[in-house]
């Protein structure tokens, strides 16, 4: 099989989630052909799936050389950068990738991101608002709007942000464990911003039992997450129940993962 067949049976296996089968053959079709656009970018997207960071990375910007016009690899680039704390790395290909595709919704998104992660809230709130019109179902959107609407104590916005919430997850397609722990990360996050503390411990708990909590920063559907926040909220709805048993658990569980 030449390049091009193997880069379409990898996308192939892709689709299908056979991510082993899929390294295989885009892996192979960089050997045949080093220069063949997509399967630097197919591999980085299995990195970025798999929390292989500094990989995906690596061949994101290997995709960007063979092919800079890539708004798909320069954004997935600014995610990574995004995980890794690299904000300013995270701009500069957003930007990129603006300047290539005016307004797209992906961008406009990590923009949003960014500026909230840097405590710009008026300027993370208006990219987002852009990302929305490209996108209205899209949850890490409303997620984060509903963050900074709490922030900055405007519980009316926040309230309309919690309602799309609910509703976009209500129509996410459960048919895989990391679905499912969007939605139950989610619905968490914002029960105990409203202070339904049981119903945090309960969409938490289950969040906690479908991904592997690490001390770092991951992305799921498109969600950016910190695995330590979510320990924190659960730690701190149980306290709010006076289950201070389990709180403490909790606490050790995020002492020995931060080493603190």
Known sequence: MNAEELLDIGLTHMLKGQLEKAE??????????????????????????QSRFDAAEEMYTDEIRINPDSVKA???????????????????????????????????????????????????VGWFRIAEEGNKDDLSIHFWLVLIYRQKGIITEMDKEIEKVKAICQNIDKFAPKQEFVISYALGKIAALQGKYKEAIKYLGDAKKKVNIRNKKRIELGLIYDGIDILKTLAEAYDKTGDKISSNTIQKEIANLTGS
């Open 24 to 49: 295989d053959c885009l892996k192979e079709a960089i050997v045949q052909n080093i220069q063949i656009r997509g399967a630097h970018l197919a591999l980085g997207d299995i990195y970025l799936k």
């Open 74 to 124: 320069h954004i997935e680039l600014a995610n990574v950068n995004i995980i890794k704390g690299e904000t300013d790395k995270a701009l500069l290909n957003l930007e990129k990738a603006l300047s290539l595709s005016s307004n797209d919704w992906r961008a406009c998104k990590g923009m949003g991101y960014v500026y909230f992660v840097k405590g710009e809230s008026d300027k993370a």
